[in-house]
């Protein structure tokens, strides 16, 4: 088709709006390049904002490392919605670009009445400033939250692999050994069974990947604290969005809901935000059940039915991909002496920032886009609890405590229990 000068005219203002909207622009302005400007803007934003410092470490440019909570609205709100950034180290560039996104909108209206939002800024902040998954600890913090007390959850599949998983060479003839050590091992026992292996959470080798810790890491014991000072535990409802990245479709952020499928929670989120929720225990999420997640948390310090915890997972690259970046940074950790500032572990901090937040202009304004239907679904739920037209007490629960679900629903469930009821999650 050849357009007149006047339709083209009329192309070329299009182009015009469609590349200086609001959202690139936001998208270009809203992403950190590093911790310490991420934590900065953070703070000028939210000067109020109570610091929880991590003694005696520091990071690369000699910043201090804290987990930052600020409160936004009224104090007394008895509905709020949590946003958390950085759980995951680097994916915190991406959780922080969204936490600046929301709170630049919300400069500019009001919240509703009983609502108000909590954030909370880099939870890992070791691992956000270093470019690690992994906390100073070592370990992953979504695998952090089992009950400490009662046990670890054994995870034999990771025992077997454990020396193959973290080679001592990234190539070589004890590099070949591992891959076929764990070639043979998913043709025994099929790919299912290798996720769960490496990324179920395995609770017994701090100098290994998915390490769920030996007791509750700093970042718990932060977390608890921002909650606690915040009065959470006696609010009426509480909505909790964890941001994370590297699982799934490049630039879709998938809610993945950890809650029981038979739950209270469960059914509220489906709710709120209707059929874009996944659900790890039914199988239709991108991730299936993991031990320690954060949800545990929550569940413990306010129930079923008066919280929500949810993943917003945005998708970068292949597993693959995700799997050579994590175990260069691993191998750095376990045999290359640990330096971050040297140039291979320059090398690989670069590359855990490229996988976990992609420099790339269309990825940044599909997350923010995501982002903000999230936020305008979370905040007209968390109204309607407050008002009292959510009908909270409607939502049925059977007498033995679970909900009725359907026949589909009940089949999948029983197809994601079958194997291993262990997680894929990143
Ligand atoms: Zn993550």
Known sequence: MVLSPEQNAGGIRLAARLNDGELLAS?????PVSYRQARGEFLAMLPQARSFVLPDLRGPDGEELSVDGGWVGDPQAECVL???????????????GIQMDWLALLEEGRLPQDVALLFIHGLNPYGFAWDRRVTHEGCDLNRNFIDFTIGAPAN????????????PTLDGPSFEAARQAIRQ??????????????????????NGMFFGGFGPSWSAGALDAIAREHGLATR???????????????????????????SKSQAIADRMFGPSVTSADLGTSASIPIHGSLQLYWERL??????????????????????RVLLADQWLHVHGGGDRTGAFGREVRARMRAHFCPDDPFW????????????????????????????LSQVPVLATGRLPISPRARRLSRIAHKGDSQCQNE
């Not at 998208?27 to 992403?31: D, G, I, N, T, W």
């Not at 091992?185 to 701090?206: M, N, V, W």
């Not at 994370?244 to 950890?258: A, D, F, I, K, M």
């Open 185 to 206: 091992f998913k043709s025994l026992h099929g790919e299912r069974a290798f996720q769960i292996a490496r990324k179920a959470g395995q609770y017994t080798d701090p």
């Open 27 to 31: 998208a270009q302005r809203s992403f």
């Open 364 to 391: 940044k304004e599909a997350v923010l886009f995501r982002g903000r239907q999230v936020l305008r679904d979370a905040l007209s739920g968390l109204q309607q609890i407050g008002e009292g037209r959510f009908a």
């Open 82 to 96: 949590v946003l958390i950034s950085g759980t995951h180290g680097p994916e915190g560039f991406c959780g922080a």
């Open 236 to 262: 009426k409802f509480v909505a909790v969005i964890d941001v994370h990245t590297g699982l799934g479709p490049y630039g879709y952020g998938e809610l993945q809901s950890e809650h029981v499928a038979a």
């Open 156 to 167: 034999p599949g990771y025992e077997e692999l454990r020396v193959h998983f973290v080679p």
């Open 302 to 323: 306010l129930g079923d039915g008066r919280y929500l915890y949810l993943c917003l997972e945005y998708g970068t690259f292949d597993t693959e991909a995700a799997q």
